[in-house]
């Protein structure tokens, strides 16, 4: 029997700890056969920076061409992208859609199922036995990135993302790597064209959105993400869901301009927005904006992202060099603090948008061993919001689960590294939400699907490379990387910081010397 077809049945007994995302994925399942995914339609993600598109996180991006941009549309309906649309529907699994197929061959939900469920996806079904009616679809979820713009060099990031790991290329070179690693193949400055493209195309596609993701770099200071939070306080669009991915980090942007990083009692929402203007530069007008935003109720919902993958203080500050825990916390208790204050203000019939706090636990090597301690983390914050929102559920996660730089991949780590996974994943039994429709237990505890894609990240470290000379190589590069990243960065050493990976850091040490034998003899 072909198990990717075989419908999940839910148990009677179990019905009520089985959320509506899981479900929604498993009614997708049904739907969409094979090879269809609605992201392919009703999705986009756009680096305006190098005039790139893809359809969702998992396909690599392609190149926006000029004949592309002289259609309406053309930074999403591109020609490629009509290509892979056309094979789909003819029931071809494309390759750059292989994440997902990997991960439905032993019968497992994949993303394709999951996004396919949720809201921006619903029209998607309406035209599903009529595609051609699609071929210049206007798109329901857009991500969108302006420029590469941070101040973090996070060890598993690209020049292409930030302006800080270009500066450190340009200085040092490439990493050393068997394979040179991020090479900058093109530094020529930004070209506007794209950009310029997507202000003339916004205004038509916006009433239609229903989902608006800003990305970067770090896009609380960039200029462009400024100008459509300006737009959204004057055009409120309240049937979108809007969010925005930062790091919570700005250090030389976002510090008061009384030079203090700790929080400040503050005990009404006009205060809070006060408190926004006195961060400087843009990051304080990207706070303030969104405080604005929430205060008037402009959008369906926001959700701050923050890309954080541990909680462990030397662990984050090692593997995203210009990190600062302490101010991420301040951040964090920032938006807890306004939320509880939001929540004072509905009780007084007043209609607010509160800001989700969505963590980004990128799942690699270098957070798997302190997983255990960030989702006890989640779950105390998530018992924590009880007491000052009670309606709905304000803290999420996901582990999105990391395969390049290859060395950097979980499935290259010794199968004793796999008891931390498990280790998480019976934590999250242990912890999980007890009834999604009891008005306090769906608050606490961790939703089926979030164990879900714990598992799937045990699933792929199980996936270690049967080539042997393809898994030293990974070793060697680990070391290679890491030893040199400490340097460039004046970082504490490895096995101070991973104490409890020391063995493992000895094996790539190991396979580095032996490499380097190789290559002279």
Known sequence: MDTSKKPTVVPREVEKIVSNYTTNAVDAREKLGDTLCAAK???????????????CYHPPFHQISDEDLQKPDGLHNTEFKQQQRNMMANGIKVSECSYCWNTEKDGSLSD??????????????????????????????????????????????SPEYSSTWASNIRRYGPYGTSIPHNII???????????????????????????????????????????????????????????????????????????????????????????????????????????????????????QYVSVDTFTSE?????????????????????NQFNALLYKTKQSDKTVTPIQLSYIITMNVLNVTSIVKTLDVILKQ????????????????????????????????????????????????ANKTKDVNHPVEKLLGFRDFE?????????????????????????????????????????????????????????CQYYSRQTRRWLKN
């Not at 079904?125 to 996070?154: A, G, H, R, W």
């Not at 689960?401 to 998480?424: C, F, G, H, K, M």
């Open 41 to 55: 339609w009703y999705h986009t993600s756009l680096n305006l920076r190098t005039g790139k598109s893809r359809s």
């Open 382 to 429: 998530r018992e924590a919001q009880v007491s000052y929102e009670p309606d709905r559920q304000l803290i999420w996660f996901d582990t999105p689960i990391l395969t390049a730089p290859s060395w950097q991949a979980l499935n290259i780590l010794p199968r004793a590294y796999q008891e931390y996974v498990i280790d998480a994943i019976e934590f999250m039994e």
């Open 315 to 335: 662990k984050l500050e090692y593997a995203r060099v210009n990190t600062n825990m302490n101010i991420v916390n301040v951040g964090i208790q920032d938006i």
């Open 112 to 157: 394709r199922h999951f996004r396919s469920g949720e809201e921006w996806a619903i029209d998607f079904y309406n035209y599903k036995d009529d595609l051609e009616k699609l071929k210049n679809v206007t798109p329901t979820y857009v991500e969108v990135m302006f420029s590469n713009t941070c101040q973090l060099q996070c060890s598993y990031c």
């Open 451 to 507: 164990i879900e894609r714990m598992k799937s990240v045990l699933a792929f470290m199980k996936t270690t490379p049967t080539d042997m000379e393809t898994l030293h190589r990974c070793y060697s590069d680990f070391y290679r990387f890491f030893s040199e990243y400490e340097q460039r960065n004046k970082l504490g050493k490895f096995e101070k910081v991973f104490p409890e990976m020391s063995e493992f850091w000895k094996q």
């Open 185 to 303: 193949t093109d530094d020529t400055p930004t070209d506007s064209k794209y950009i310029d493209k997507f202000w003339e195309w916004f205004p038509t596609m916006y009433p239609q959105l229903k989902v608006l993701r800003l990305t970067g770099g770090e896009p609380t200071i960039d200029k462009n993400v400024l100008k459509l939070l300006e737009f959204l306080n004057v055009m409120p669009h309240r049937g979108l869901d809007l969010a925005v991915t930062s790091s919570l980090s700005v250090r030389r942007f976002g510090q008061y301009s009384n030079g203090a990083d700790r929080v400040f009692p503050i005990d009404n929402v006009a205060r809070a927005v006060n408190r926004a203007r006195e961060i400087t530069g843009n990051y304080g007008k990207y706070h303030e904006l969104i405080r604005s935003i929430c205060m008037n109720n402009s959008v369906k919902s926001f959700t």
